[in-house]
């Protein structure tokens, strides 16, 4: 043989054996446990992979604000994101505070009709292309209330349900409280929807915890940072739950041991993306070891309503 083709067929060998190596690095890799990078495909059902979008608002800016909103949208092209999350009221830049220029003829504006709005029919549009879950805060009108809601859009586009925000106090009562904390199946389960102050009380957590959900989403425009961020965990780990905290300022999410999955907090508009997976929200512990003959206090009286529900 030349010897030029014993060298070849030494090299091919040497070739060989390096691609099956390669081969088995790539495979263990692969089953090493770790934060998969956002442009993978999602592994098995149980994983979630959320984008929380962090901008601030113009208030009464409805065209202003849709457009921020399919921008940042855009930026999960290719990354298999599963539920895009906006802040609380996010179309109308949360108006209703707005004591400067605040009316209840100007709230109706820009209120949204969940049968006719163009920016609705846009985010299940939206929704649908990218077939993703869309959970969007906007002011709707239905049969003549303004409600502070947020909706779910499934991937095909359809309205899964809509939220209204129930603890109003005094800084909301330019709405109608909701009078339900209901959960909505999805691929991987029920999720549970809360706005802003809702948080402030445990009792809205667990409620949609006990009805099964593993994630709840949190649209709000409220107070943020060290204070929120230790209640948010409180409210995880309590619930052994995943929590998904969307702040113009903020975006947040924390998980079932109390501890902080993701975080980003700057002055940039921006869309923080993370991976979850809900096999870790188990329902031992906290939730198994519960004695509710014991805690027949939390609901008595509940025939009677705050102030603000009335």
Not at 122 to 147: D, N, P, Q
Request: proline letters at 7%.
């Amino acid at each position: 043989m030349h010897p030029y083709s014993v060298s070849f067929v030494v090299f091919l060998l040497a070739v060989g054996v390096m691609t099956v190596f390669s081969m088995g690095l790539h495979a263990a890799a692969a089953e090493r446990p770790g934060k998969r990078a956002t442009n993978s495909p999602r592994p098995n059902d149980t994983v979630i992979r959320l984008a929380l979008m962090k901008a601030v608002p113009e208030k009464w800016g409805l065209e202003a604000n849709f457009e921020v909103f399919l921008r940042l949208l855009s930026e999960t092209g290719g990354k298999q994101v599963d539920v895009f999350v906006t802040p609380e009221c996010w179309l109308d830049g949360y108006a209703a505070p707005d004591k400067e220029r605040y009316s209840p003829e100007r709230l109706r504006t820009v209120a949204q009709d969940l049968k006719n709005s163009p920016y609705l029919a846009r985010v299940a549009e939206e929704a649908r292309t990218r077939a993703m879950y869309v959970c969007f805060g906007f002011t709707s009108l239905e049969k003549g209330k303004i409600y502070n809601a947020a909706g779910l859009w499934a991937p095909c586009g359809k309205l899964v349900g809509v939220y209204h925000k129930t603890h109003l106090q005094t800084h909301d009562l330019q709405f109608s409280p909701g009078k339900l904390i209901p959960v909505w199946p999805t691929s991987w389960g029920p999720i549970g929807i809360m706005i802003c102050a809702d948080r402030r009380w445990p009792e809205t957590a667990r409620t949609l915890r006990l009805q099964g959900a593993r994630l709840i989403l949190n649209p709000t425009y409220g107070f943020c940072g060290e204070f929120n961020e230790a209640m948010m965990r409180t409210r995880s780990y309590e619930n052994q739950c995943f929590i998904a905290f969307a702040h113009p300022r903020t975006s947040l999410v924390t998980g079932p041991k109390g501890q902080v999955i993701a975080k980003r907090e700057d002055d940039q508009p921006g869309v923080l993306i993370c991976d979850l997976d809900l096999t870790q929200a188990r329902d031992d512990n906290h939730l198994e070891d519960r004695r509710p003959k014991l805690y027949k206090a939390i609901t008595k009286g509940g025939d009677r309503e705050p102030k603000s529900a009335r």
